[in-house]
């Protein structure tokens, strides 16, 4: 029994106490209360007491003493005196059976006292009264209460305590609950014998005056609602189980069986439940709950219930949607007064008590009033065109061409807001209601598309070939089944050679605008969105793949489309093939494009984010994907969502904070490898990403561990994308071990020294692992190659991340002391260096090692101690480890702290004030007649003689400086 320790102490106690009380459970119907009673039962039956139980039938509530004969029964004595007809009432004992379903050695009487109570003529009266003898008029309450007192103790006094469970106790006859009240309040001074009875919460009661001691019988709390459905129900998708939990409101009836009933489908099953068209397919156990109440309420009251929960009226007060104004329900004092609306006390509006009601609601209600209070909703929300069009979408029963078209758009706006599932059920509606055949094909293939952002990659392909009968070919199947040959399996040879092909064939086709619709006026910039998309999988396919033939022939498809390749495609196919090529002036162009996130899908966002990683301009979409990755992973495109966190972490991974990265690894990974989804192709990458977080952290074993996996996956499926990164795990990894040749030979398998491999993407990113490698293993002059190979290619114009470890690698390869110096301030004096605090540390690093081999251990220390720092911070010991052990031959000991700042002379103070002031390098060497190199070393040295490393930091630093400035 979950969520019940409190209830099951009471229980025990109130079983095993030696005083007679009497007590009632009070709840809704499925919340436990027969369970409750089960458990009562039990602990009496263990202990030794006598368990009489009875059930209150809605049949026999208008049957006078009804329930107090199979109360009475069971204790009646085996003698002449027991009423010959008895048997003719229904009486359960502590199994259930009723005395005709027994033989005579099969009977609960068998165990009753033996002998006849010693009961007076008024008593016996009363008796004769209750089985059946109607000589005489009814006994009142009191007489017979008295005589069914005595005979309760009586047969306690035989030394067996008592204990009567009723259950229902809502249905009980009022004469039986008349006495069984009047029988519990005068429980307390007879010992051995014990009330129990249970009743529901939300019905009117016999009991409700009885004066009895109750204890309510709560939902469950959310913890042990989602533990009781997780036990029962260990295999049900996010999805489903978000529903369970939401309709069940911590019912366990409803915990328990509704899972059986939203299994199948539950992608349409949900959305429908979402957009309020048919609400949750309910047991039937839960039906005959509500559903005779329902029936007693006149039809304008179930009109207005039927209105309220289409509508998404609240399911219990404070609950339900705003800010839209929903349907307001009047006239339905009756639905209170039978427990199925309640009224908030804030606002005085009508709510139902809880969400299954909404769903019997609806449920209960025929396909023609469905329709009529649609209709009148539609009206309700004219001014609301999502919503008006979701209700007219129900109500309308012929294609309509004008309501589909609304609907359609209805969809759009809903993957922009993080619901491209519910889209899904949307488009396909809008399908549905489509009048033309062109019309119904784009819709259903639009349906295809979102289904498969959203996981349903099945369902996507069912999608598709309803969009084109009769083909596998179309572009909405080609799209289908491409997403899941990449997805799921890896698969890029194939699906790029199908996805050319599919291009081609709509490129070329005469008629490509009549199949695939008009321009709309709300994506302006996607005349053909079919092709769109699939050029947009093309790039994906090449990105994976990752190889020079593969892009080459994805930019001659892309050359030939001419117009139809939007600035988008461009973008996407010059930032994620080859950065170093083609990736020049596309930075400001994704600055500008992510202006405007909140009215793009969730896959063009993180197609877009993808652009901003390759550019290492990620860091300010990231506030937004964190916004919105939830709402994806919860109720929208999956697959966008999963990406989002990849970027998110490699964004962590970027900026130095590994821990939170290594949480958002891990929650990428399970999504990936849940079994509704099951991505290869996900999974593997995120190993791949969570293996360079191993390797910069020095965890090398586990590091290898997972580049491994990611190799045996990717390189037979000629996944390129992944064994790069598997390389650069591997140069890595051996770099933080101190094994320079190793990590050599994993750098030079991306790229050979002195070049940047066509289409190779980790080629750039891992400039500074071939520079350090190459130089510890005495290959200076391919070091050198490399860093110069990097300028002249243009890579600091790139992204601020090349820049940095461009100059590093520069400084690091100087042929003289005066280059280096520059090269280390230019470096570390760069407005973004502080961004990728891994990269700076490692040129810091290497800078203060330089230093003190030509210029003594004092100027060393202060880029050895910065260097030392950040490690520390960061959590790479074996980086740290280095650092401080050139810290100590520096003459600093461990933990001793930096140096005080040095006095600035003239003219690195003025310097230093013009870069403060915002000016760059060349003017102010113009200003000064000095040479931008010259500007770069007085900032170098001035940088920490200010004990700073940013130009930000300049004014505030030179404000504190308190020194004198010495005459020219």
């Given at each position: 029994?979950?969520g019940r320790?409190?209830e099951?102490?009471r229980?025990?106690?109130?079983?095993?106490?030696?005083?007679g009380?009497?007590?009632?459970?009070?709840?809704e119907?499925?919340?436990?209360?027969?369970?409750?009673?089960?458990?009562?039962?039990?602990l009496?039956?263990?202990?030794?007491?006598?368990?009489?139980?009875?059930?209150?039938?809605e049949?026999e509530?208008?049957?006078?003493?009804?329930?107090?004969?199979?109360?009475?029964y069971?204790?009646?004595?085996?003698?002449?005196?027991?009423?010959?007809?008895?048997?003719?009432?229904?009486?359960?004992?502590?199994?259930?059976r009723?005395?005709d379903?027994?033989?005579?050695d099969?009977?609960p009487?068998?165990?009753?006292?033996?002998g006849?109570?010693?009961?007076?003529?008024?008593a016996?009266?009363a008796?004769?009264?209750?089985?059946?003898?109607?000589?005489?008029?009814?006994?009142?309450?009191?007489?017979?209460?008295?005589?069914?007192l005595?005979?309760?103790?009586?047969?306690?006094?035989?030394?067996?305590?008592?204990?009567l469970?009723?259950?229902?106790?809502?249905?009980?006859?009022?004469?039986?609950?008349?006495v069984?009240?009047f029988?519990?309040?005068?429980?307390?001074?007879?010992?051995?014998?014990?009330?129990l009875?249970?009743?529901r919460?939300?019905?009117?009661?016999p009991?409700?005056?009885a004066a009895?001691?109750?204890?309510?019988?709560?939902a469950?709390?959310?913890?042990?609602?989602?533990?009781?459905?997780?036990l029962?129900?260990?295999?049900?998708?996010?999805?489903?189980?978000?529903l369970?939990?939401?309709?069940?409101?911590?019912?366990?009836?409803?915990?328990?069986?509704?899972?059986a009933?939203l299994?199948?489908?539950?992608?349409?099953?949900?959305?429908?439940d979402?957009?309020?068209?048919?609400?949750v397919?309910?047991?039937?156990?839960?039906?005959e709950?509500?559903?005779?109440?329902?029936?007693?309420?006149?039809?304008?009251?179930?009109?207005?219930?039927?209105r309220?929960a289409?509508?998404?009226a609240?399911?219990?007060?404070?609950?339900?949607?705003?800010?839209?104004?929903?349907?307001?329900?009047r006239?339905?004092?009756?639905?209170?007064?039978?427990?199925?609306?309640?009224?908030?006390?804030?606002?005085?509006?009508?709510?139902f008590?809880?969400?299954?009601?909404?769903s019997?609601?609806?449920q209960?209600?025929?396909?023609?009033?469905?329709?009529?209070?649609?209709?009148?909703?539609?009206q309700?929300?004219?001014?609301y065109p999502e919503?008006?069009?979701?209700?007219?979408?129900?109500?309308?029963?012929?294609p309509?061409?004008?309501?589909?078209?609304d609907l359609?758009?209805a969809?759009?706006?809903?993957t922009?807001r993080g619901?491209?599932?519910?889209?899904?059920?949307?488009l396909?509606?809008?399908?549905?209601?489509?009048?033309t055949?062109?019309d119904r094909?784009?819709?259903?293939?639009?349906?295809?598309?979102v289904?498969?952002?959203t996981?349903?990659?099945?369902r996507a392909?069912?999608?598709?070939l309803?969009?084109?009968?009769?083909t596998?070919e179309s572009?909405?199947?080609?799209?289908a089944?491409?997403y899941?040959?990449?997805?799921?399996?890896?698969?890029?040879?194939?699906?790029?050679h199908?996805?050319?092909a599919?291009?081609?064939?709509?490129?070329?086709?005469?008629?490509?605008?009549?199949?695939?619709?008009?321009?709309?006026?709300d994506?302006?910039?996607?005349?053909?969105?079919v092709l769109?998309?699939?050029?947009?999988?093309?790039?994906a396919?090449?990105?994976?793949?990752g190889?020079?033939?593969?892009?080459?022939?994805?930019?001659?498809?892309?050359?030939?489309?001419?117009?139809?390749?939007?600035?988008r495609?461009?973008?996407?196919?010059s930032?994620?093939?080859?950065?170093v090529?083609h990736?020049?002036?596309w930075?400001r162009?994704?600055?500008?494009?992510?202006?405007g996130?909140?009215?793009q899908?969730?896959w063009?966002v993180?197609?877009?984010?993808?652009?901003?990683?390759?550019?290492?301009v990620?860091?300010?979409?990231?506030?937004?994907?964190e916004?919105?990755?939830?709402?994806?992973l919860?109720?929208g495109?999956?697959?966008?969502?999963?990406?989002?966190?990849?970027?998110?972490?490699?964004?962590?991974?970027?900026?130095?904070?590994?821990?939170a990265?290594?949480?958002?690894?891990?929650?990428?990974?399970?999504?990936a490898?849940?079994?509704?989804?099951?991505?290869?192709l996900?999974?593997?990458r995120?190993?791949?990403?969570?293996a360079?977080?191993?390797?910069?952290?020095?965890r090398?074993?586990e590091?290898?561990?997972l580049?491994?996996?990611?190799?045996?996956?990717?390189?037979?499926?000629?996944?390129g994308?992944?064994?790069q990164?598997?390389?650069?795990?591997?140069?890595t990894a051996?770099?933080?071990a101190?094994?320079?040749?190793?990590?050599f030979?994993?750098?030079?398998?991306?790229?050979?020294?002195g070049?940047?491999?066509?289409?190779?993407y980790?080629?750039s990113?891992?400039?500074?692992?071939l520079?350090?490698?190459?130089l510890?293993?005495?290959?200076?002059?391919?070091?050198?190659?490399?860093?110069?190979?990097a300028r002249?290619a243009g890579?600091?114009?790139?992204s601020?991340?090349?820049?940095?470890i461009?100059?590093?690698?520069?400084?690091?390869?100087?042929?003289?002391?005066t280059?280096?110096?520059?090269?280390?301030?230019?470096?570390?004096?760069h407005?973004?260096?502080?961004?990728?605090?891994?990269e700076?540390?490692?040129?810091?690093?290497a800078?203060?090692?330089?230093?003190r081999?030509?210029?003594?251990?004092?100027?060393?220390?202060?880029?050895?101690?910065?260097?030392?720092?950040?490690?520390?911070?960061?959590?790479?010991p074996a980086?740290?480890?280095?650092?401080?052990?050139?810290?100590?031959?520096a003459?600093?000991a461990?933990?001793?702290p930096?140096?005080?700042?040095?006095?600035?002379?003239?003219?690195?103070?003025?310097v230093?004030?013009?870069?403060?002031g915002?000016?760059?390098?060349?003017?102010?060497?113009?200003?000064?007649?000095?040479?931008?190199?010259?500007v770069?070393?007085?900032?170098?040295?001035?940088f920490p003689?200010?004990g700073?490393?940013?130009?930000?930091?300049?004014?505030d630093?030179?404000?504190?400086?308190s020194?004198?400035?010495?005459?020219?």
């Amino acid at each position: 029994m979950v969520g019940r320790d409190g209830e099951r102490t009471r229980l025990s106690a109130f079983v095993l106490a030696p005083d007679g009380q009497a007590l009632v459970l009070r709840g809704e119907a499925g919340v436990g209360k027969s369970t409750l009673l089960d458990l009562a039962a039990r602990l009496a039956a263990e202990d030794g007491q006598l368990v009489v139980r009875a059930t209150g039938v809605e049949a026999e509530s208008g049957l006078p003493h009804a329930g107090l004969h199979q109360l009475l029964y069971p204790l009646l004595p085996t003698s002449d005196d027991r009423p010959s007809d008895g048997r003719a009432f229904d009486n359960r004992s502590s199994d259930g059976r009723s005395s005709d379903d027994r033989s005579s050695d099969d009977r609960p009487f068998d165990d009753r006292p033996s002998g006849a109570p010693p009961l007076g003529a008024t008593a016996r009266a009363a008796f004769d009264a209750v089985f059946g003898r109607p000589d005489g008029p009814p006994p009142p309450v009191m007489a017979l209460g008295i005589a069914v007192l005595d005979l309760l103790s009586w047969t306690a006094s035989k030394g067996r305590p008592v204990l009567l469970v009723l259950d229902d106790g809502q249905w009980l006859d009022e004469a039986s609950a008349e006495v069984c009240g009047f029988v519990g309040r005068r429980l307390a001074g007879r010992p051995g014998v014990k009330l129990l009875v249970a009743v529901r919460g939300d019905t009117a009661s016999p009991f409700d005056t009885a004066a009895l001691p109750e204890a309510p019988i709560g939902a469950l709390a959310d913890a042990d609602a989602t533990r009781l459905l997780d036990l029962h129900h260990p295999r049900l998708g996010r999805q489903v189980r978000g529903l369970v939990l939401e309709q069940a409101g911590g019912n366990p009836l409803a915990l328990l069986e509704l899972p059986a009933h939203l299994a199948d489908g539950p992608g349409d099953r949900a959305g429908q439940d979402l957009l309020g068209l048919h609400g949750v397919p309910l047991p039937r156990r839960i039906q005959e709950i509500y559903a005779a109440r329902l029936a007693r309420l006149g039809d304008t009251v179930r009109a207005e219930l039927l209105r309220g929960a289409l509508d998404g009226a609240a399911a219990r007060p404070g609950d339900g949607p705003a800010p839209i104004a929903r349907y307001r329900m009047r006239e339905v004092d009756a639905a209170v007064a039978c427990g199925l609306l309640v009224v908030e006390p804030a606002a005085g509006e009508f709510a139902f008590r809880h969400p299954l009601v909404r769903s019997s609601v609806v449920q209960l209600a025929t396909p023609d009033q469905r329709r009529a209070a649609h209709r009148v909703l539609a009206q309700l929300h004219r001014e609301y065109p999502e919503r008006r069009a979701i209700h007219l979408a129900a109500a309308t029963v012929d294609p309509e061409e004008g309501v589909a078209a609304d609907l359609e758009a209805a969809a759009r706006s809903a993957t922009r807001r993080g619901g491209a599932r519910l889209a899904v059920s949307w488009l396909t509606r809008a399908a549905e209601l489509s009048e033309t055949r062109v019309d119904r094909s784009r819709r259903l293939g639009e349906a295809a598309y979102v289904a498969g952002q959203t996981d349903h990659l099945g369902r996507a392909r069912s999608l598709a070939l309803a969009a084109a009968p009769g083909t596998d070919e179309s572009p909405a199947a080609v799209l289908a089944d491409s997403y899941l040959a990449l997805y799921r399996d890896g698969e890029v040879r194939a699906t790029h050679h199908r996805i050319v092909a599919a291009v081609e064939r709509l490129r070329d086709s005469p008629d490509r605008a009549g199949q695939h619709g008009p321009d709309r006026p709300d994506r302006p910039d996607r005349p053909d969105e079919v092709l769109d998309r699939l050029v947009s999988l093309l790039l994906a396919v090449s990105q994976y793949a990752g190889d020079r033939a593969t892009w080459r022939r994805t930019h001659e498809v892309l050359a030939t489309l001419g117009d139809l390749a939007t600035e988008r495609a461009w973008m996407y196919g010059s930032t994620w093939s080859d950065v170093v090529r083609h990736g020049a002036g596309w930075s400001r162009r994704v600055e500008r494009a992510a202006a405007g996130l909140e009215d793009q899908d969730p896959w063009d966002v993180t197609r877009l984010a993808v652009s901003a990683y390759h550019l290492d301009v990620l860091s300010p979409l990231r506030p937004y994907l964190e916004r919105v990755v939830d709402r994806e992973l919860d109720t929208g495109a999956m697959s966008s969502g999963i990406v989002m966190l990849h970027l998110v972490l490699l964004d962590q991974l970027a900026l130095g904070q590994w821990d939170a990265a290594e949480r958002t690894g891990h929650r990428a990974l399970a999504l990936a490898l849940a079994t509704e989804r099951g991505h290869g192709l996900f999974a593997h990458r995120t190993r791949a990403y969570l293996a360079q977080l191993a390797a910069v952290r020095g965890r090398t074993a586990e590091a290898r561990e997972l580049q491994t996996a990611v190799e045996a996956w990717a390189r037979p499926r000629g996944v390129g994308f992944l064994t790069q990164i598997a390389d650069a795990v591997g140069a890595t990894a051996a770099l933080s071990a101190g094994d320079y040749e190793t990590a050599f030979l994993h750098a030079i398998g991306i790229t050979a020294p002195g070049v940047f491999r066509p289409y190779a993407y980790q080629a750039s990113r891992t400039l500074l692992d071939l520079v350090e490698a190459a130089l510890h293993t005495g290959r200076a002059e391919q070091a050198r190659a490399h860093a110069l190979a990097a300028r002249d290619a243009g890579l600091p114009d790139l992204s601020p991340r090349l820049a940095l470890i461009t100059y590093g690698a520069l400084a690091m390869t100087a042929e003289d002391d005066t280059e280096a110096s520059a090269h280390y301030a230019r470096a570390q004096s760069h407005p973004a260096a502080e961004r990728f605090p891994f990269e700076l540390a490692r040129i810091r690093l290497a800078h203060g090692i330089a230093v003190r081999r030509l210029h003594g251990a004092a100027a060393a220390r202060l880029p050895l101690t910065q260097a030392a720092k950040t490690f520390d911070r960061l959590g790479a010991p074996a980086w740290a480890a280095r650092a401080h052990a050139e810290l100590r031959a520096a003459g600093v000991a461990p933990h001793t702290p930096a140096p005080a700042p040095l006095p600035l002379t003239w003219q690195e103070r003025r310097v230093a004030e013009l870069a403060a002031g915002g000016l760059t390098n060349k003017e102010i060497g113009e200003q000064m007649r000095l040479s931008p190199r010259t500007v770069s070393a007085h900032l170098y040295h001035a940088f920490p003689k200010l004990g700073i490393t940013t130009r930000a930091a300049l004014r505030d630093a030179l404000t504190r400086a308190s020194q004198p400035t010495p005459a020219p």
